[in-house]
């Protein structure tokens, strides 16, 4: 098993920077993949960011240039910098980490980004 905890949530105005961070404990050799996936209010969860244990980053289209997901193995921390933060980046943001053989999903208890205009 692989345990989650999210900090790093809270409200900010439009052009703001928060920083979210995910410790990871437990099994964290059986995972390859982490990220960070958000889901506004009434909307379906979505992925925002993911980071591979060999560094390897991708980004949903929306936050391109604007976010940077990040990770320090010695702590089994992978962080998210969120800069120019928009009213539609308002959500609640889930730490999410990948099983590497058989694809299993954990997922964090969220933390709430409220971006005020």
């Known amino acids: 098993q692989v345990r989650l905890v999210e900090s790093g949530g809270g409200l900010v105005q439009a052009r703001g920077s928060l920083r979210l961070s995910c410790a990871a404990s437990?099994?964290?050799?059986?995972?390859?993949?982490m990220g960070w996936y958000r889901q506004a209010p009434g909307k379906q969860r979505e992925v925002v960011a993911t980071?591979?244990?060999?560094?390897?980053?991708d980004y949903t289209d929306s936050v391109k240039g604007r976010f940077t997901i990040s990770r320090d193995n010695a702590k089994n921390t992978v962080y998210l910098e969120m800069n120019s933060l928009k009213s539609e980046d308002t959500g609640v943001y889930y730490c999410?980490?990948?099983?590497?053989?058989?694809?299993?999903?954990?997922w964090g208890q969220g933390t709430p980004v409220t971006v005020s205009s």
């Open positions: 980071i591979t244990n060999g560094g390897v980053t």
């Open positions: 999410w980490a990948r099983r590497r053989y058989d694809y299993a999903a954990y």
């Open positions: 437990g099994s964290i050799l059986s995972i390859n993949v």
